[in-house]
């Protein structure tokens, strides 16, 4: 069965510090890759999603930037964190659309990011 | 992708139904409407799908209307764990990368 991973479950980080959030999947190949943001009290943000190893589009211009060193690992980073970065943050993995008709996200326990 | 008009929030009975209404006005015939719900502080989660026709799983019941411009998802017994914010989202049959577009929700409170 396929499992979704997200470390570190909580983290505090300073103004200005960098960030780096990774994500794993296991039990499938190839899957399409996204991450979404969700401030406190709102909806999901979708920030970047990606289809393949090294293939990343970004939804949103941000401070932020998404990388898929392997076909099952998305990383999520940032040089310099900002107040307004402060959230939860979520990993998601799908089929890609060739093997199923429809879309059905499956998503992972996700990061609480409080900055400082 | 179509946008989604779906009330802010929403009360229902413990052991009632709960019918939870989304306006798709501008769906096109390509277009899946998905429903989802996010129990809080954890990802959300898959409930079902549809394009035309109505669909019943183990969990719910999507009722969508002849002309595709509105649908109902049907919690059939509300459950204090039903207590949750449901999504519809409307998105093309193969959308570019599978993208889904989450908007407000209806935040559900089920109360005994």
């Known amino acids: 069965s396929q499992t979704i991973h997200q470390w570190p479950a909580t983290l505090v980080q300073p103004v200005g510090s960098p960030l780096s959030l990774e994500c794993t999947v296991e039990g499938t190949s190839n899957p399409n890759l996204y991450w979404y943001r969700q401030a406190a009290g709102r909806g999901l943000q979708l920030l970047f999603y990606?289809?393949?190893?090294?293939?990343i589009s970004s939804e949103v211009p941000q401070n932020l930037s998404a990388s898929r060193p392997q076909d099952r690992q998305f990383i999520l980073s940032s040089k310099k964190l900002l107040l307004s970065d402060s959230g939860f943050y979520l990993c998601?993995?799908?089929?890609?659309?060739?093997?199923?008709?429809?879309?059905?996200?499956?998503f992972g326990p996700g990061t609480r990011l409080t900055v400082l | 992708d179509a946008k989604t008009t779906q009330p802010t929030s929403m009360d229902c009975a413990e052991g009632r139904a709960a019918n939870l209404p989304c306006n798709h006005s501008?769906?096109?015939?390509?277009?899946?409407v998905y429903w989802y719900r996010q129990i809080h502080s954890q990802g959300p989660q898959y409930i079902i799908h549809g394009l035309k026709n109505n669909e019943t799983n183990e969990m719910a019941s999507l009722i969508i209307t002849e002309d595709r411009k509105s649908s109902t998802l049907i919690l059939p017994h509300a459950t204090l764990r039903d207590t949750a914010v449901y999504y519809c989202i409307v998105s093309p049959i193969k959308a570019a990368g599978n993208k889904l577009t989450f908007g407000g929700g209806t935040r559900v409170l089920v109360k005994p």
């Open positions: 501008t769906i096109s015939g390509n277009e899946y």
């Open positions: 998601a993995w799908s089929v890609p659309f060739q093997g199923l008709p429809y879309n059905e996200q499956f």
């Open positions: 990606s289809v393949g190893i090294g293939q």
